[in-house]
């Protein structure tokens, strides 16, 4: 269940492929690609600005991933997380699971997403008209983790 940061784009179809070719039993395979908005707090951004802690990221992504796979019977999954300066537009990050069920499938990807945006140690910079701002975690993101408690 590979996690990877890297600056580089990543190609949707390549991705699921891979994950799909891993395992005949594969029944469901259920992705989420996230993409830097051109807007955000009633201001038009024009980019957005990632950083990790190498290392500590990848360790706290895999984490989430092996959670997902304790709550849920899933084949695999796959976390890629773009770092670096990227335009409005451009995809951040891809989650994928596979499994043999749909249900299966779309929960865990959820999960990973939920938990993804709050324990994940990335910072975010969004680039504005107004200047540069750091992203603080949003409430409705927090409040998304609820349901999984």
Known sequence: MPVRIQHADFDLSTEVAQLRAADAGVGAIVSFVGTVRDFSDGS????????????????????????????????????????????????????????AHRGEAFAACEFIMDYLKTAAPFWKKEHTAEGARWVDARTTDTQALDKWS
């Open 44 to 99: 038009t951004v024009a980019g957005m600005e990632l950083e990790h802690y190498p290392g500590m990221t990848e360790k706290a992504l895999q984490h989430i991933i092996d959670d997902a796979a304790a709550r849920w019977t899933i084949a695999d999954a796959l976390i890629v997380h773009r770092i670096g300066v990227l335009q409005a537009m451009e995809q951040i990050v891809l989650v994928a699971v596979t499994s």
